[in-house]
């Protein structure tokens, strides 16, 4: 028998998933049981609550995730799990869990960085082609990532402040939308017109970190403007116009430094990767560029086990190995 079998486990923030993963590129069984719902009624995610939640739910999501794929965790060649970051008390459900599988069935444990998963989320598409550059941009981060080979990570570029995610949910918020924001700014921007000259934070000249504070109080201050003259602004142009200031930036970034890195495949990876805007950017600046572009499926971009499984897989097959101690670390380092 030479295929490997993974199982992974996330619990890093409101998602609790498990998934098993063959020969780190195909996705043999992925569950995701989401807690959007109940955190909705607070406008974010409540860390107490997300922790009861996945205690509530890991288990049954194992359950389906072995019954869909039609295995046993007698047959699985590693146990792994995020570790970090996120929320302590949600990735010590993931972590404790695997643990408790791994010792009871003596399977290898091995602990994944979140962002890590991000990025392999594109493996269970295409094979990858080093170097690459990754675009990470989800809730918590906003990262340019250069890899050399499977496994290592260089962080070219990052965020200073706020995460590409988080300032549309924080947007999205003075514009009353549900949590998340995100996907409904999103929606909104398809029917607006970019009418409103919202700032671009280039920052100095070559960087490749980005800044989303200013963005967002400017959008705060303009709508406060508007509403003490009494003037009308139509939310689809302020998330038109709020998300060509971020794409604009995302994607000029990303494709400079496609050049400079002379990368021969660019990724993008977590949940803003599903944005309609960023994806038809990127798509545009790409279309005659000498690196391949890969986007994964919806699915594939917000959080899921699927992603751990896989870069789970490369951690495996270079030998990674956790031991009993192995703890939930929030502000783990890529
Ligand atoms: O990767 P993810 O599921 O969780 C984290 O690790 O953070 O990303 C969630 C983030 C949220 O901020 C959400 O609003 C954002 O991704 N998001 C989007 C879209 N879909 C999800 N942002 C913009 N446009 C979307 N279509
Ligand atoms: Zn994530």
Request: some cysteine.
């Amino acid at each position: 028998k030479n295929d490997v079998y993974i199982l992974g486990i996330e619990t890093s923030c409101d998602e609790t998933a498990a998934a098993i993963v063959k020969n780190g590129t195909e996705v043999v069984s992925n569950v995701v049981a989401s807690q959007i719902e109940s955190h909705k009624r607070f406008g974010g995610v409540v860390p107490e609550v997300a922790s009861r939640h996945h205690v509530e739910q890991i288990t049954m999501v194992l359950e389906e995730t072995f019954q869909q794929a039609n295995m046993t965790a007698e047959e699985m060649d590693a146990i792994t799990v995020t570790e970090g970051p996120g929320l302590v008390g949600a990735l010590l459900v993931g972590v404790n869990t695997a643990k408790a599988l791994a010792f009871a069935k003596h399977k290898p444990l091995i602990g994944v960085h979140h962002i890590a998963g991000h990025i392999y989320a594109n493996r269970l598409v295409k094979e990858f082609r080093f170097p690459l550059l990754a675009l990470v941009v989800s809730g918590g981060h906003t990262e340019l990532i250069v890899m050399h080979e499977h496994g290592s990570f260089e962080v070219i570029g990052e965020t200073r402040d706020d995460a590409a995610g988080e300032a549309y949910d924080k947007v999205a918020r003075t514009l009353k939308l549900p949590y998340p924001g995100g996907p409904h700014m999103d929606r909104l921007a398809a029917e607006g017109e970019v009418n409103i000259d919202f700032p671009r934070a280039w920052l100095e000249d070559g960087s490749y970190d980005f800044s989303f504070s200013g963005l967002k109080s400017s959008v705060i201050n303009t709508l406060h403007n508007a509403a003490q003259r009494k003037e009308i602004l139509r939310d689809e142009d302020v998330a038109a116009s709020f998300q060509a200031s971020v794409v604009d930036v995302l994607a000029e970034k990303t494709y400079r430094a496609a050049q400079q890195y002379d990368v021969k495949q660019v990724i993008v990876a977590g949940g803003v990767a599903a944005n309609k805007g960023l994806r038809k950017a990127l798509n545009t600046k790409f279309a005659d560029a000498k690196q391949e572009l890969l986007i994964p499926p919806l699915e594939l971009c917000t959080d899921n086990a699927a992603m751990i499984a896989a870069a789970g897989t490369v951690a495996y097959q270079q030998g990674h190995r956790a031991g009993w101690d192995l703890n939930a670390n929030p502000s783990l380092d890529l």
